[in-house]
C-alpha cells in the first residue's frame, strides 16, 4: 500500500503549535510502524524555508526520494482579496500532483490550512477517487463561531468550505474520543469510519536532571525569580488564559508574592498586549506574569521540569498535547474538566471548572500549598503519560488505512497519462479568467512542467563550468576531459548523462547542447536551454569553478529542495591548509567555496588523504547544515590516451625527445606554483650539474593564476624568472609550456625518473601517468604521495636543496644496481575504472563518511 501524507501542518505558522508537532511526530511515527508498506511526504513548495528541515528530520527515517515538492502559483492565502483564482487553481493543481503519484491511501494531517498562510488543502475538486483520510483535531470554530467565524466573515466563507471538503473524505483520525464526539454530533460523520488515534509525546519531554548552573542560566534568561506557575498552549481565546491570570491575582498574597506566572511560546504583539492590560487590570505587578516568546523544545522541557505546577485551562480542547508533555516531564499538572482534557490527565482531583476563576484558583492554591497532593499529581501523571505515544497513534493509524484499503483496493486510480494532464489543463482553463495576465499564465505552465514530468529518464547533470569556457591544459582539466569522456561512453545505470554549465552573471544551469556537439565532433543548431529536472535526478559538479558554484548557490538549494543530489568533486582542500602557498584572494575564495559544498549532499575527493583533510574541516568549521553530508573519495585514471587528449607536437619535439633519451632524464609536471618544489629542484639539479653529473631536468607546466597581477601571484614570477634566466636553458633545463596530451606521452617515454617534489598535493597524476609508463619516481614523502605511489617510489624528506641532491644521487646509485624502486606494478586505475569509482562513491557504497555538519 502506498500513503501519501500532506505535511502543509508541519509547514504554515501551525509547525510553532501543537498542530506541527502532531504532523510531524505523527509521520514519523508512521514511518516507522508502516512494516512493508510505501510512504511518500509530499511538501509544498509555497513554504521554501521549511522544506531542508523537514527534510533533514526524515534524513535517517526515509529516502529521500520519498519526499516529493509540488508546485503552485502563489499567492493563494485568503484572507489577501483577488487570490482566490489562484488558490482555485491551486486545489487542482496539487490534487493532480497527488494523483500522479499513484497514492492508495492519502492522509491531510491539518485540513483547515490556508487562511493567514499559502497553504492549500482540498478534497476532490480534481481526483475525488483517492482515499482520503484526515484527521479531525476539533471543531472549535464550528462550535464556537460568535468567537472564531461571526466577526469575520471571509474566515466564514473559509472555514465552510473547509468543513465541506472534510465530509467528503472517506476516512476520519480523531486525536480523541471528545474529537470523535464532535465529528459524529456535529457533522454527522459515520461511527464505523471515525478512528481514535490520540496522540504522543516526544522523547525530548522527559524528567531531566538539571544542574544548579543550568537551572540559574535558564532562570536568569527569561527573567525567572521565584518559583513558578507555567502554562503552555497558545493565547487563543479558548486556550482560557485571561481567566487563568485572573484566577492567579486571586491567590492568596503569600502565594502570589512568591509564585510568578510564566507564558512560553510564540504569541502575537497584540495578544500579549491584551494579557498584559488583563493582568494590569487584575492587580497583578510587573514582572510576575512573564512571556518567554518562541523557545525551543529544549527550553520547553527545562520549564516542564522546573516549574511548581503545570496549569491548563482550556475550555475546549482536541487533545492536550502540553498537559501530556508536562506530565511526561514528571510536572504536577491540572487542567479543564471539559472536553479531551480529562482524557488526557485522567484524574478527577487534578480537574477544575475552566469557567470558574475561584475553581481555578483554588486548585492552584491546593497544588502549590499541599506538597503530598503535588507529589501525587507527579507520581500520577509520569505513569499516566506511558499510555500515549506517537508509536501507539501510528500503529492505529496505518490500522485505519489498512482497513480503508481493503475497501478501496479494487477502485481504478488516477493514470498520469497525456489524458489527465489535459483534463487538468481544462480544469485550469476553466478557472482562469481571459484577463489573467502572460506572466500568471506562464506561472502556471511552468509549475505544471515542473509537477509532472516524472516519465523523463533520470539524468546525471555534470557541471563543466570551467570546460565550457575554455580548456586550460592543467592537471584538473585533464581530469574534467577524462571523468566526462567516461560517464558519456558508459553512463551509470538508469541515468542519462546531460552536460550543463553556468555563469556567475546568471541564475541557472543550461544544457551545454553545443559544447556536447563539439565533442562528439557533430554538427548542431540545438540552443543551451535552461535544465529541466525532476526528483531522483543527480548534479555533479566535476569542473572546478569557484565563482559560478558560489553564485548559483541559491539555485542548487532549489534543485536539492525539489530532491536532486547536489554532488561536487574536491580536488584539495591546499588554499585553506597552506595559506602560504597561495594568493590571499584564492585563500578566501576556495574557503568559500567549500563552505558552499557544505550546504549539498556531498564531496567526493580524489584521494583519502583530502577526504580525511574535509572532514576533519567540516567538523571544526564547516557550515550550518541539517541534512548529512556525505565526503567519499575516488582515485584518478592514467591513460592519456582515454582521456580526450590534445594533440599536436612541436617543430623541435622529436630532436628534444632524442637529447631526453641521451641521458638520464628527470621530468616534473605540474603548473608553475610556490608548493610545486620547483626552485628547491633547480637549485639541487644546478649543483649536480656543477659536480659534474650529466643529467637533465625537464620541467612540463604552465604559469599558475596568469589572470592575477604579477604582485599577487605568491614567488610565480620569480620561479619563471628563474627558468627562463638559467644558464642550462634548452641544454640540460628544459621548461615545455602549453604542450599537448600527445608531446607530454611522449616526454614520460623518453624519460627515465620522475620527480614529483611537491609539499602539498590533492592526488599526484604524474605519478601513476608514470607508472602507466613504468617510469620511476622520486616522491615528497608526504601522505597522498604514499597513498598512491605507496612502495613504488623512492622517497625524501626536507624542502633545502641537499636534501634532493641527495636524494637524486642515491637514486642514482640504486638504478645502477638494480635497486631502484620500480613503479611497474604501482596499482593504478583506468580512466573507465576511475569514473566507475567516482559514481559509486555518489551512489552508495564504501569509500564514504557521511555525518551531520554542524548545525
Not at 80 to 94: K, M, Y
Not at 498 to 527: C, I, K, N, Q, W
Not at 761 to 790: M, N, Q, T, Y
Request: negative net charge; glycine residues 6%.
Amino acid at each position: 500500500m502506498r500513503i501519501v501524507i500532506d505535511m502543509q501542518g508541519a509547514q504554515t505558522e501551525s509547525h510553532f503549535r501543537g498542530i506541527g508537532r502532531y504532523t510531524m511526530s505523527l509521520a514519523k511515527a508512521i514511518v516507522r510502524n508502516c512494516g512493508k508498506h510505501e510512504i511518500i511526504l509530499v511538501l509544498s513548495s509555497l513554504f521554501p524555508d521549511t522544506i531542508e528541515s523537514i527534510r533533514a528530520a526524515f534524513d535517517d527515517l526515509l529516502p529521500q526520494e520519498n519526499i516529493r515538492v509540488w508546485h503552485a502559483p502563489g499567492p493563494v492565502r485568503e484572507c489577501q482579496a483577488g487570490n482566490g483564482w489562484r488558490r482555485e487553481v491551486a486545489e487542482l493543481i496539487r490534487e493532480a500532483f497527488i494523483a500522479s503519484l499513484k497514492p492508495d491511501v492519502v492522509h491531510i494531517a491539518s485540513l483547515f490550512e490556508g487562511f493567514l498562510d499559502d497553504a492549500v488543502t482540498s478534497i476532490g475538486v480534481f481526483a475525488p477517487q483517492i482515499p482520503t483520510v484526515v484527521t479531525i483535531h476539533d471543531l472549535i470554530p464550528l462550535l464556537n463561531p460568535e468567537m472564531y467565524l461571526n466577526p469575520n466573515p471571509a474566515h466564514v466563507l473559509f472555514y465552510q468550505r473547509k468543513i465541506e471538503y472534510l465530509k467528503c473524505a472517506n476516512q476520519w483520525l480523531a486525536v480523541s474520543e471528545s474529537a470523535a464526539c464532535e465529528g459524529r454530533d456535529a457533522l454527522a460523520l459515520p461511527a464505523e469510519s471515525l478512528f481514535i488515534t490520540y496522540e504522543g509525546c516526544d522523547s525530548v519531554f522527559r524528567p531531566l536532571e538539571i544542574t544548579e548552573v543550568e537551572k540559574k542560566t535558564i532562570l536568569e534568561r527569561f527573567d525567572i525569580t521565584h518559583p513558578f506557575i507555567l502554562c503552555a498552549g497558545g493565547a487563543d481565546g479558548h486556550k482560557n488564559v485571561h481567566r487563568l491570570i485572573r484566577a492567579y491575582a486571586r491567590l492568596p498574597k503569600l502565594l502570589r508574592d512568591t509564585h510568578q506566572l510564566l507564558l512560553p511560546g510564540k504569541i502575537p504583539d497584540e495578544g500579549v498586549a491584551e494579557l498584559r492590560r488583563t493582568a494590569k487590570a487584575a492587580g497583578i505587578r510587573e514582572g510576575k506574569l512573564l512571556f518567554s516568546g518562541y523557545v525551543t523544545d529544549e527550553e520547553l522541557a527545562q520549564f516542564y521540569n522546573l516549574c511548581e505546577v503545570f496549569v491548563f485551562p482550556s475550555y475546549h480542547e482536541g487533545f492536550g498535547l502540553p498537559a501530556l508533555e508536562a506530565m511526561s516531564c514528571g510536572a504536577a499538572t491540572i487542567g479543564s474538566s471539559v472536553t479531551s482534557i480529562p482524557e488526557v490527565i485522567s484524574l478527577k482531583d487534578a480537574l477544575f471548572d475552566p469557567y470558574d476563576e475561584v475553581a481555578i484558583s483554588k486548585k492552584l492554591a491546593q497544588v502549590l500549598v499541599d506538597e503530598t497532593f503535588r507529589n501525587n499529581l507527579a507520581v500520577h501523571g509520569l505513569e499516566q503519560a506511558k499510555k500515549f505515544s506517537w508509536d501507539k497513534s501510528a500503529r492505529c493509524a496505518v490500522a485505519a488505512f489498512e482497513k480503508l484499503y481493503s475497501v478501496t483496493a479494487g477502485n481504478p486510480k488516477v493514470e498520469e497519462t497525456e489524458n489527465m494532464i489535459a483534463d487538468l489543463i481544462y480544469a485550469v482553463t476553466a478557472v482562469v479568467s481571459p484577463i489573467i495576465p502572460d506572466v500568471d499564465i506562464l506561472n502556471i505552465s511552468h509549475v505544471l512542467s515542473r509537477n509532472h514530468n516524472e516519465n523523463a529518464p533520470k539524468q546525471l547533470l555534470v557541471d563543466i563550468s570551467e570546460l565550457v569556457q575554455r580548456d586550460s591544459g592543467t592537471g584538473i582539466q585533464r581530469v574534467t576531459r577524462s571523468i566526462l569522456n567516461e560517464l558519456l561512453e558508459n553512463p551509470p545505470d538508469g541515468y542519462v548523462v546531460d552536460l550543463v554549465y553556468a555563469t556567475p552573471h546568471s541564475r541557472g544551469y543550461l544544457y551545454a547542447r553545443h559544447f556536447t556537439a563539439h565533442f562528439y565532433g557533430v554538427m548542431s543548431d540545438l540552443e543551451d536551454e535552461p535544465i529541466d529536472y525532476s526528483p531522483g535526478d543527480i548534479f555533479l559538479g566535476i569542473d572546478l569553478q569557484h565563482h559560478v558554484v558560489i553564485s548559483q548557490k541559491a539555485y542548487l538549494a532549489a534543485l536539492r529542495r525539489d530532491g536532486v543530489k547536489v554532488y561536487f568533486i574536491v580536488y584539495d582542500l591546499l588554499p585553506i591548509l597552506f595559506p602560504q602557498y597561495f594568493p590571499e584572494v584564492l585563500q578566501s575564495l576556495h574557503k568559500l567555496w567549500i563552505e558552499t559544498l557544505g550546504y549539498f549532499d556531498g564531496a567526493i575527493c580524489i584521494s583519502r588523504a583530502v577526504a580525511e583533510e574535509l572532514l576533519v574541516w567540516y567538523r571544526n568549521r564547516g557550515p550550518q547544515s541539517l541534512r548529512r553530508f556525505k565526503i567519499g573519495w575516488f582515485h584518478l585514471g592514467a591513460d592519456i590516451e582515454a582521456s580526450i587528449p590534445t594533440h599536436g607536437l612541436l617543430m623541435d619535439a622529436e630532436a628534444r625527445l632524442s637529447v631526453f633519451r641521451s641521458v638520464p632524464s628527470f621530468l616534473m609536471v605540474g603548473s608553475i606554483e610556490p608548493r610545486k618544489g620547483y626552485l628547491q629542484t633547480l637549485e639541487a639539479f644546478t649543483q649536480l650539474w656543477q659536480e659534474g653529473i650529466n643529467i637533465n631536468l625537464i620541467i612540463i607546466g604552465n604559469e599558475g593564476w596568469k589572470d592575477l597581477p604579477d604582485d599577487m601571484r605568491r614567488n610565480i614570477p620569480v620561479i619563471a624568472g628563474v627558468l627562463r634566466n638559467h644558464p642550462e636553458l634548452n641544454k640540460r633545463l628544459f621548461w615545455l609550456e602549453g604542450i599537448s596530451d600527445e608531446y607530454l606521452g611522449k616526454v614520460y617515454a623518453a624519460s627515465t625518473c620522475l620527480i614529483a617534489a611537491s609539499e602539498a598535493e590533492g592526488f599526484g597524476l604524474p605519478l601513476i601517468e608514470a607508472a602507466e609508463h613504468k617510469l620511476p619516481i622520486i616522491a615528497r614523502d608526504i601522505p597522498v604521495f604514499r597513498e598512491v605511489a605507496g612502495e613504488h617510489a623512492f622517497y625524501f624528506n626536507g624542502i633545502e636543496p641537499q636534501a634532493l641532491v641527495d636524494a637524486v644521487g642515491q637514486w642514482l646509485e640504486l638504478e645502477s644496481q638494480g635497486k631502484a624502486p620500480r613503479s611497474d606494478n604501482m596499482p593504478r586505475l583506468t580512466w573507465k575504472q576511475s569514473a566507475e569509482q567516482l559514481m559509486k562513491s555518489v551512489l552508495g557504497g564504501d569509500r564514504q563518511s557521511t555525518f551531520v555538519p554542524r548545525g
